[in-house]
């Protein structure tokens, strides 16, 4: 953030006619390309920014208030207009909003698309994580490798639409290990293994598999169905890995490491 001089501040924004104030995610409202504040202490008129809508009203109480519900941002402000370079929480504010912009589109995406790509420091406020899967996710995130994204994807399945997450890293010999890990309780890690040369080919299969509502998806990968080898054949599939014991499924995971 810039200093200023006491002068230079005189300048643009009159140091007497300013004051400080601390807003919460309950006093902040959506429009299109305005932030709208409600129930401050004193007055405050629309902020413009671009990109926002009212569309993120909708992920207030799954996003902005389930993990930032009791935070406090400082904003400057003369006469109800927030003055931007003066806010000490407006960088804090805004990039919070703009995780928020990627999460809501993510949620609302079509069948089919696979949404926005995230970084390992995003998914603990992308994605609301069962307690259950919490310490296996952080496990893959810190395994995900620095040459591919991780890409939230919505698994299409008979109850609907459900937020799952794809990891990638590398084996000691090379080969892509492809983690497909649905957020929520009860639904076991799926593990594809492909060639480097190969991979692009092999996550268009895995994506199309995740977003086609196809009947007994899960159940096709675990196997026991006429189709099975087929499907997983496409795919390159692996192995699936239930949520029993962290230290059981880490040792999985470095033995494929080890092994392929």
């Keep these: 953030m810039k200093t200023y001089s006491p002068e230079q501040a005189s300048l643009s924004f009159p140091i007497d006619q300013h004051e400080d104030i601390h807003v919460v995610w309950n006093n902040i409202w959506f429009e299109k390309d305005q932030l709208i504040f409600k129930n401050t202490k004193s007055p405050l008129k629309p902020t413009p920014l671009r990109g926002v809508h009212k569309g993120l009203d909708t992920i207030r109480e799954d996003y902005f208030l389930r993990l930032h519900k009791g ?38 995406s079509a069948f089919s698309k696979i949404g926005s790509t995230i970084d390992k420091e995003q998914i603990s406020v992308f994605f609301n994580v069962s307690h259950e899967k919490e310490p296996f996710i952080k496990y893959l995130a810190g395994l995900q490798d620095a040459y591919f994204p991780i890409i939230p994807i919505l698994e299409v399945n008979s109850i609907g639409r459900e937020e799952s997450i794809i990891f990638r890293f590398f084996t000691k010999k090379r080969s892509v290990v492809v983690v497909w890990e649905n957020i929520n309780q009860g639904r076991a890690s799926h593990l594809f293994l492909t060639a480097i040369e190969n991979h692009p080919d092999k996550m268009a299969e895995i994506e199309a598999l995740i977003l086609t509502n196809i009947k007994r998806k899960r159940s096709i990968l675990h196997g026991g169905y006429t189709n099975s080898s087929t ?19 880490k040792e999985r995971i470095q033995n494929i490491i080890d092994s392929y």
């Design 71 to 108: 935070k406090a941002y400082r904003l400057c402000h003369s006469k109800g207009v927030i003055n931007q370079e003066f806010s000490r929480g407006w960088k804090s504010l805004t990039k919070l909003i703009e995780i928020g912009i990627q999460k809501y589109e993510f949620k609302t």
């Design 231 to 249: 499907v997983k054949n496409r795919v390159s599939y692996l192995d699936n890995l239930q949520h029993k014991s962290i230290e059981s499924y």
